[in-house]
């Protein structure tokens, strides 16, 4: 089997590929707030438009996520998805705004 006439379209839509699988990085801004009722309480991000946005992290990130709450901060994330309790991001860093 040769490819003489595939290798064209090979090498583009490896390219297509790759851009595709490539993770997404966007920011939010808000205040750390933890929401639900013990023993089932979520960090989450409230932005001054006041849609509440629960995080996942691992945990060392997520523990001092909780250390500052009620702080303003601008969080990195990976992704966003809807689920059952609102959306969700994936938050793998941040920065404080304020004190």
Do not use: H
């Not at 040769?2 to 379209?9: E, H, K, M, Y």
């Not at 809807?82 to 860093?93: D, Y």
């Amino acid at each position: 089997m040769r490819w003489n006439g595939s290798r064209a379209l090979f090498f583009p839509c490896l390219a297509l590929l790759g851009l595709a699988c490539a993770t997404q990085r966007a920011t939010i801004e808000g205040a750390v707030v933890v929401v639900g009722n013990e023993p089932f309480t979520s960090v989450a991000i409230q932005t001054s438009s006041g849609s509440i946005y629960r995080v996942a992290a691992p945990p060392d990130l997520e523990r001092r996520l909780r250390g500052v709450q009620g702080m303003k901060i601008l969080a990195e994330y990976s992704a966003m998805d809807s689920t059952a309790e609102g959306m969700k991001i994936i938050v793998t860093k941040f920065k404080m705004l304020e004190r």
